[in-house]
């Protein structure tokens, strides 16, 4: 279970399991039309971040009508957000959790991620998979910093909308169990 500052992170590896095995909800936040031009990761669910909030209050069956999906009750156990590049994923999840989504993990890696692995992807209802990357002998490499402060995440936000220009946004910070997280490095465009 998360803590009300911190948000998991899951690596492509771990995502790629749970999808398979079916243990996880993978919603991802992009707009249609990205879904559309670029792909979706199989067994995705699209919910645009700017309709999620709303999305979330609405009546259970209105909601399996608009999206296709079931939606997961609070706290969001098991239920995955990303998107492009994983900062929108990282918004929806400060949305959701003023409905109770206090337990939603975050796939950082998100699209970009997951295709640059060459992991396979739906594009117009057919299975594609790059092939300019092979994970063949080697280990995908995790990053170092298990959780991102969601309030930190929040100051990013508001940061994002009111800087112009690149930026880069350093913490160090202490986790839930008093463990220092090394720092976060979270990039406009990036995360």
């Known amino acids: 279970m998360a803590t009300p500052n911190y948000v998991p992170v899951i690596t492509s590896e771990d995502l790629k399991k ?4 079916d243990a996880l909800t993978l919603i991802d936040v992009r ?3 990205e879904i559309v031009a670029d792909g979706k990761v199989p067994k995705s669910h699209n919910v645009p971040l700017p309709e999620i909030f709303e999305a979330f209050k609405l009546p259970e069956e209105e909601f399996v009508a608009k999206y296709g999906f079931k939606r997961p009750p609070p706290p ?3 239920v995955v957000i990303m998107c492009r590049s994983g900062r929108r994923a990282l918004n929806a999840i400060v949305l959701l959790r003023s409905l109770g989504y206090t337990n939603l993990i975050l796939y950082a890696d ?5 295709t640059s692995r060459g992991y396979q ?6 299975l594609e998979s790059t092939s300019d990357y092979s994970t063949a002998g080697e280990e995908e490499k995790v990053s170092p910093v298990p959780l991102i402060a969601a309030d930190q995440a929040e100051t990013m936000r508001k940061k994002n909308e009111n800087t112009a220009g690149n930026w880069m946004w350093n913490c160090n910070t202490v986790g839930p169990d008093g463990e220092t997280l090394d720092k976060a490095v979270l990039r406009r465009g990036f995360l």
């Open 76 to 78: 969001g156990d098991d």
């Open 110 to 114: 998100s699209f970009r991620g997951w």
């Open 31 to 33: 707009n249609e039309t």
């Open 18 to 21: 749970g999808l398979d095995a």
């Open 121 to 126: 992807f739906l594009h117009s209802g057919i």
